[in-house]
């Protein structure tokens, strides 16, 4: 599968992804963003250990502990997990480029990286609607508040 056909298989799964977040109300939309930013360090994590090289599996553990600890310290804080979500495009890219040798499917990093870039930026729109309402990642905003905001 070219690199083309990755990315845009991710950019598709990230959008059905970000349209199912979407549904949630505005001041929840950090919990789905979190979860999800969890699961997607983990699965590289997986891949480390499926590799049985005991260094790859090391690397990964390493590089998934900041966007975990962003999951788990600021599950609400949209625009924190908007940029870790473009932050982990990043490491799809060392993948893509070979600087990290874990081995993972090679249709995997491409497509990954289209889904991360997806999420990223829905949660940099999400913030900043959540911004524009004062809502819950500001002290004491009202998320109906927030979710009036974004309908109107």
Not at 30 to 44: E, P
Request: net charge neutral.
């Amino acid at each position: 599968m070219p690199f083309l056909a990755q990315m845009v298989a991710g950019v598709i799964g990230g959008a059905l992804n970000a349209a199912l977040v979407a549904m949630r109300p505005a001041g929840n939309r950090g919990t789905s963003l979190a979860t999800l930013l969890g699961v997607a360090a983990g699965i590289y994590v997986g891949f480390g250990l499926q590799d049985g090289r005991p260094k790859h599996a090391f690397t990964e553990v390493l590089v998934a502990l900041p966007f975990i600890a962003a999951a788990i310290w600021w599950p609400h804080a949209v625009r924190v997990l908007a940029i870790a979500w473009l932050a982990h495009g990043l490491v799809d890219g060392l993948h893509l480029l070979g600087v990290v040798g874990t081995r993972v499917p090679y249709w995997y990093p491409g497509a990954c990286l289209g889904w991360d870039v997806v999420l990223g930026l829905a949660g940099l729109h999400w913030a900043n609607a959540l911004g524009r309402a004062d809502a819950p990642q500001r002290a004491g905003g009202d998320v109906e508040q927030a979710d009036a905001a974004e309908r109107g």
